[in-house]
């Protein structure tokens, strides 16, 4: 089993910047890449970011790209997702997630992702 415990959620005024991160423990593989979704109420969770095990192949969508930057810790099992410039449409509960493996557009599915942390809020104000 994998644990996944997401943290530094928050409120933030816009042009803010918050770091979330999450820590991973349990079994967890070599092959895995660790998302980052978020899902705002009323809408379907979406993804934000994918960082593979070794931490040199990242995603992001298009929102995400040049304002929100994941990365790993030196123990791997901890991801970060550092975000800049926020924007009220960002807020929204944040979830970490595990994939057993995934490449290219396909870590940005959910259905890829096997684990799931319990979410952190990020609300950004206007």
């Known amino acids: 089993q994998v644990q996944l415990v997401e943290s530094g959620g928050g409120l933030v005024q816009a042009g803010g910047s918050l770091r979330l991160s999450c820590a991973a423990s349990g079994r967890t593989f070599i092959t895995s890449r660790m998302g980052w979704f978020r899902q705002a109420p009323g809408k379907e969770r979406e993804f934000v970011a994918a960082i593979n095990w070794s931490g040199d192949t990242t995603y992001y969508t298009d929102s995400a790209k040049g304002r929100f930057t994941i990365s790993r810790g030196n123990a791997k099992n901890t991801v970060f997702l550092q975000m800049s410039s926020l924007k009220p449409e960002d807020t929204a509960v944040y979830y970490c997630?595990?994939?057993?493996?995934?490449?290219?557009?396909?870590?940005?599915?959910?259905?890829?992702?096997?684990?799931w942390g319990q979410g952190t809020q990020v609300t950004v104000s206007s």
């Open positions: 997630a595990l994939s057993a493996g995934c490449s290219g557009n396909g870590c940005q599915s959910p259905l890829r992702y096997a684990y």
